[in-house]
C-alpha cells in the first residue's frame, strides 16, 4: 500500500546523479580505459566500489571544493588505493567528464510527466555549470536548483534539504508538501529520514549485489517507496 498521498504533494526534490543521470557509466567511461591501460586486475564493480571510497573522503575533507575537483582528487585517491601514480591529464579527465554522462533512458519522459503535477527541484552534489550541463539531457525546467556550490556542503550534510526548506518558505509551501526522490541511501535517503522528509527510493542497481559508485548508508534507513525506473515512479506518482 503507498504511504505517500501524492494528492497531497506539490513539490518533489530530486537528486540528479545516479537518479536522473548514469552516472556510473560516466564514471566507466574514463575510469575503464585507464585501468586497462594500467593492466590493473579489476572489474568495473571495483572501480565503483574503489569510487565510492574514495569520493566521501573528498567531499568530507573540503565541503567548499568544486565539484570538478573533487572528482580529480578522487581519481587521485583512487589511483593510490590500487597502487598507480595518477597523472594531472588523468585526472582532468574524469573531473571535466560530467558534462558527457549520459541520462537513464526514462529520465526525460518521466521528469515531463511529473512536472504536470508537481514543481520539481533539484538536490544535487554538483556544481551548477555541470549541472547545466547535464539538464540539456533532462528536457524540463526545475522550478528550483540546489547544487553543493551553492551550500557549500556535500550530501549527506543537511544543507541541500535546508535550503530547499527556506525555498519552500518562500514559495509559502508547507514542507509537509515535499517528497524526495533519490537512488542513493546512503547520499539522500538517510538524512531525508533524519529531517522528517518522505523518500522515494529508484533502485537503479535493483539485482546487484554490490552499492557501485555509492557509499553504503552508515546506519539502515527505509524509504518510503521503492520503484525500480523513474518511468514506474511518475506512472504511480501521476496517477
Known amino acids: 500500500m503507498t504511504t505517500i498521498d501524492f494528492n497531497q504533494t506539490s513539490v518533489l526534490s530530486f537528486d540528479c546523479y545516479g537518479t536522473l543521470i548514469d552516472w556510473e557509466t560516466g564514471i566507466l567511461n574514463v575510469l575503464r580505459p ?103 539531457q533532462l528536457g524540463v525546467e526545475f522550478d528550483a536548483v540546489i547544487t553543493a556550490e551553492d551550500t557549500g556542503t556535500y550530501k549527506p550534510d543537511h544543507g541541500h534539504f535546508r535550503a530547499a526548506f527556506d525555498w519552500l518558505a518562500a514559495q509559502s509551501i508547507d514542507r509537509t508538501q515535499l517528497v524526495h526522490v533519490a537512488q542513493s541511501l546512503y547520499h539522500d535517503h538517510v538524512p531525508a529520514q533524519a529531517l522528517g522528509i518522505s523518500s522515494v527510493w529508484i533502485d537503479r542497481r535493483h539485482g546487484r549485489a554490490t552499492g557501485g559508485a555509492t557509499k553504503s548508508p552508515s546506519k539502515p534507513v527505509t524509504p518510503d517507496l521503492t520503484f525500480t525506473s523513474l518511468a514506474e515512479f511518475a506512472t504511480a506518482a501521476c496517477g
Open 34 to 136: 585507464w585501468a586497462d591501460e594500467h593492466e590493473l586486475d579489476i572489474a568495473d564493480e571495483g572501480l565503483l566500489a574503489a569510487f565510492a571510497v574514495a569520493e566521501p573522503l573528498v567531499q568530507t575533507a573540503d565541503p567548499s571544493l568544486p565539484y570538478p575537483d573533487v572528482l580529480r582528487q578522487s581519481m587521485r585517491e583512487l589511483g593510490r588505493a590500487l597502487g598507480v601514480v595518477t597523472t594531472p591529464d588523468q585526472e582532468d579527465a574524469l573531473g571535466t567528464s560530467v558534462p558527457n554522462w549520459p541520462a537513464f533512458d526514462d529520465s526525460a519522459a518521466a521528469l515531463t510527466q511529473l512536472k504536470q503535477n508537481f514543481r520539481l527541484v533539484i538536490l544535487s552534489n554538483i556544481d551548477r555549470a555541470s549541472f547545466a550541463a547535464s539538464n540539456q
